[in-house]
């Protein structure tokens, strides 16, 4: 007998605890842990960064009031009254590439475990949320493993371990974790609008010997990048992603692609550039940034980026998600107000083709 699921079975966005990536460091005093996320975030500052802890503050009174202070450099201090909650924290966190978590107080999916004599009661009382150590850090240098680790852990000797002043190694091993998270790319094509200024699907017209439609995904897919078709009909192809957002244009085709994948980064594409060729794509696969929201191109005589010739990454989704909310369901109003990475690029390679007029022309330049 089939089980009975409640609620629409839907691909969730991988979370550790409390974010999409993130790594608990405990087992020293939080002075220590806090003074190397510090020195590890300026060095991998290039990536964007949060540290999740405790206040250590004693006869705290209530909160009655959520209080946002902007400071006129661009700083936000918060304080607020909603108690931690992980279906809160993982919204909160969506944006950031990696939160370090401080393990004194809240376990994380990963672990670093510092390895400190006046600690060892600290690690034995939280050995069962102690599950996947990266490395250990030694506070004095004739340290081992405590007997709890050395248990749980068989392979405790394989497990790569610094001394607390080798900070060069431990923020190289930082980093490569960080880098491990960039997530993978897949490719939509944008199909099935109404065309209605051209008079005819403009995915299917022939700009280089077959419909536009398959010239785009070739070239995703000379890249390596799995590809889809947007579609508004569900014929249950595999290479087809078909609308789940209704009647919202291209918006609806990038939410519809990261609900089938909200782990993935989307490079998505127009079929109405018949001026774009493999050197784009490689460039804008070159200067994808995955620490911004998307990476997107504009023309050196335009003001504003193009969002269908864009990648998106999966912090986008929810940020989409929250436009539509607030009914907006214009992807380029996201990109304007966003932390994204901009390419400029000439003019003629992103040209829209609307009209027969403008076809006309188009295949005369290309011919």
């Known amino acids: 007998m089939a089980k009975h699921q409640k ?11 409390f974010a999409p990536n993130e790594i608990s460091i405990l087992g020293a005093k939080c002075s220590i842990i806090s003074d190397l996320v510090d020195q590890v975030s300026k060095r991998v500052s290039n990536y964007n960064l949060a540290y999740f802890d405790a206040s250590h503050a004693k006869n705290v009174e209530e909160n009655l009031l959520t209080d946002f202070t902007f400071h ?3 700083n936000l201090s918060i304080t607020t009254t909603i108690p931690v909650n992980k279906y809160v924290q993982r919204i909160q966190f969506t944006q950031f590439d990696f939160v370090f978590i401080n393990g004194n107080h809240y376990s994380g999916e990963k672990q670093v475990v510092f390895l400190d004599p006046e600690k060892e009661a600290s690690i034995n009382k939280r050995i069962e949320q102690i599950s996947a150590i990266h490395f250990f850090i030694k506070l004095t240098q004739e340290i081992e493993p405590f007997k709890s680790l050395k248990e749980k852990f068989s392979n405790w000797n394989e497990i790569p371990t610094y001394e607390i002043n080798e900070i060069e190694k431990i923020i190289n091993h930082i980093s490569q974790i960080i880098s ?3 997530p993978k790319i897949r490719g939509l094509v944008l199909t099935g609008g109404q065309s209605t200024r051209m008079g005819k699907d403009k995915s ?8 536009q439609k398959e010239f785009v995904k070739n070239l995703l897919e000379e890249e390596g990048i799995k590809t889809h078709y947007s579609v508004q009909v569900n014929n249950k192809k595999e290479d087809e992603i078909h609308d789940v957002f209704l009647n919202l244009g291209p918006f609806g085709g990038i939410c519809s692609a990261f609900q089938k994948d909200p782990n993935s980064a989307w490079i998505v594409l127009a079929t109405d550039l018949p001026f774009l060729d493999k050197n784009l794509i490689k460039l804008l696969l070159e200067k994808r940034n995955p620490a911004k929201v998307a990476t997107a191109v504009i023309g050196k005589g335009k003001q504003f980026p193009e969002p269908l010739i864009t990648i998106y990454e999966p912090k986008a989704y929810s940020i989409l998600l929250q436009y539509l909310a607030q009914g907006y369901s214009c992807p380029r109003k996201m990109l304007i107000n966003s932390d994204i990475e901009i390419l400029e690029v000439d003019d003629n390679l992103i040209q829209n083709i609307n009209t027969p007029e403008e076809y006309a022309a188009a295949i005369k330049e290309l011919n």
């Open 7 to 17: 609620h629409t079975n839907i691909s969730r966005r991988k979370n550790g605890n």
């Open 72 to 74: 006129h450099d661009g």
């Open 180 to 182: 491990e998270t960039v």
């Open 204 to 211: 299917e017209l022939y700009y280089h010997g077959k419909p």
